[in-house]
């Protein structure tokens, strides 16, 4: 039950991180049509480009890790023997899921922090700085659930 929530949870993150992929491309290629060829450059393409960067960034980051598409280095992994190979994939999945745990942590606690002394971005456009960051820590929270399940999957064995 609980694995087929947070499947679900995956899911609908990475189609927001995709629909966050879809809509910083057409911005951007609407920059470049209006800067280039109609001399009319806008003051928001860039702001949103970086703040959609962050929330692809945190939306897709713990279903690349179910999929075990994060970059690592397994030279070592593949020297070792599989049950080796399971403790150590078991202690990286132990320390992801407590260096996450810290960001998520420190991510809420900034985000709280911008939202209860109303900071704000001010750029090319002038925006409240939490709903930039709030994806931080909800993305950081996935993340924590899957290096729990990945650690719980290891520890078993499978």
């Not at 491309?25 to 209006?34: D, I, L, P």
Request: include cysteine; proline fraction near 3%.
């Amino acid at each position: 039950m609980l694995n087929r929530m947070l499947d679900c949870v995956l899911k609908l993150s990475t189609i927001l991180g995709g629909v966050v992929l879809v809509f910083i491309t057409v911005s951007v290629n609407y920059e470049v049509v209006v800067r280039y060829f109609l001399n009319s450059p806008t003051n928001w393409v860039a702001d949103f480009t970086c703040y959609g960067l962050i929330y692809l960034t945190f939306t897709v980051a713990a279903w690349v890790l179910a999929k075990e598409g994060h970059v690592k280095i397994d030279v070592l992994l593949n020297c070792l023997s599989e049950k080796n190979q399971r403790i150590l994939n078991t202690i990286t999945s132990i320390v992801g899921t407590l260096l996450s745990a810290v960001f998520f942590w420190y991510s809420l606690k900034v985000t709280v922090d911008a939202f209860q002394s109303q900071q704000m971005f001010i750029t090319g456009l002038i925006l409240p700085k939490w709903p930039v960051l709030m994806i931080m820590p909800i993305g950081t929270f996935i993340l924590v659930l899957q290096f729990m399940r990945r650690t719980w999957t290891f520890m078993k064995g499978h």
